[in-house]
């Protein structure tokens, strides 16, 4: 490949998709990764739903709908399941609805019968909600790494245990990125790609602090609990955001179940962290069906990580006012991941040529 020699620093989930979208369009592109394998950090801790359902009053549900069918392109993004939301009053749903039909034609409102075929691992289905049948989950670890895969399959390198110590600043632009770990060294680039998560205000703070101010970190817990029968559907309503997950408990067979939660104020105390699992694995074994809920004894297990929120959401600006750096932060950026890479990999390209 001619293209420019781009760095690509963070496996997550929007850094994998940005090597796979830059080598396809010819970069050499080498990412580098702090950790053993892609997808250790934020996006481990990801929810995972591609979802157009549930958003903040603010947000652009027709860009968000554009994110969605850009990561139906991308590798790894092809679920479907459905989503069964509602909200504690009828009318909220009627609400959520009527912003919801838009930007998804095959979205419907269901009685509480149709929710009770749609989702019958609820005890108490809701009296009214709104079946989104073409939204669906990713695990974002296997995301990652099947972006990663098929960006090493465009010609991309990847190093693993590679941490970032710095970036490599010259005459003002940024040349490269200065790594730790078991082999430091300096590593130069035309171009750097900052996807660092959490990390990345902490490598741009030195030269742009400004930019660096603007990536805020919003705290977020992962519980995932050995069920029985895999749930049907992606379930969202007042008391629980639950779907189906791989076991991989090793101990039976069946799924687990995985619900995204908002962390307690002592969550960095371990003990406490495991407490909070197993009450939120609790509740669910009281919100449905025996055969669904969580197992008897099945350890629940927590992952608490600090997501990167930007000012300006649902991205940071690609620049952040350094020559030769182009910042890669979104929220939610498991739906984003493929839509940003796109712009980045057209930016980079803009840049060489």
């Known amino acids: 490949m001619s293209g420019p020699r781009t760095i690509v620093v963070g496996a997550g989930v929007i850094g994998a998709a940005c090597a796979w979208a830059l080598a396809r369009a010819g970069a050499q592109v080498t990412l580098v ?26 947000d652009d549900l027709e860009l968000r709908a554009r994110a969605l069918a850009a990561a139906r392109a991308a590798p ?3 679920d479907r399941r459905g989503a069964l ?4 009053a009828p009318e909220a749903t009627e609400a959520l609805f009527a912003r919801l039909r838009p930007h998804d034609p095959a979205a419907r409102m269901v009685a509480a019968a149709e929710a009770a075929a749609l989702a019958p691992e609820l005890r108490a289905p809701p009296a009214l909600a709104v079946f989104a049948p073409d939204e669906g989950a990713v695990e974002p670890t296997e995301t990652a790494a099947l972006l990663l895969a098929a960006a090493r399959a465009s010609g991309a390198l990847g190093l693993l245990q590679a941490p970032v110590q710095s970036l490599l600043e010259r005459s003002g632009r940024v040349a490269g990125v200065v790594l730790g770990g078991p082999d430091p060294r300096q590593l130069e680039a ?39 029968r895999a749930l049907s559907r992606i379930l969202c309503g007042p008391e629980l955001e639950a ?28 003990a406490a962290l495991r407490a909070f699992a197993e009450r939120r694995a609790e509740a669910l074994r009281d919100l449905l069906h025996t055969p669904f809920a969580p ?8 992952l608490l990580a600090q997501r990167p929120m930007p000012a300006t959401r649902p991205f940071a600006p690609l620049d952040a006012g350094v020559a030769g750096l182009t910042l890669a932060c979104a929220h939610p950026g498991v739906i984003f991941a493929p839509f940003l890479a796109a712009r980045v990999a057209a930016r980079v390209a803009g840049r060489a040529a």
């Open 190 to 228: 035309d171009h750097v790609v900052l996807a660092a998560g959490a990390a990345s205000a902490r490598l741009l703070a030195p030269l742009a602090p400004e930019a660096a101010a603007g990536l805020g970190l919003s705290p977020s817990v992962l519980v995932r609990v050995p069920g029985g």
């Open 243 to 270: 779907r189906a997950t791989p076991c991989g408990d090793g101990v039976a067979p069946g799924a687990a179940i995985v619900t995204a939660e908002d962390p307690p104020a002592d969550a960095a105390d371990p």
């Open 295 to 302: 197992r008897a004894g099945a350890p629940a297990r927590a």
């Open 33 to 58: 990764e702090a950790a053993a394998a892609p997808g250790q950090g934020c996006s481990a801790a990801s929810f995972g739903w591609l979802n157009l359902s549930v958003s903040g009053p603010g």
């Open 85 to 88: 939301v509602w909200e504690q």
């Open 76 to 78: 790894g993004f092809a």
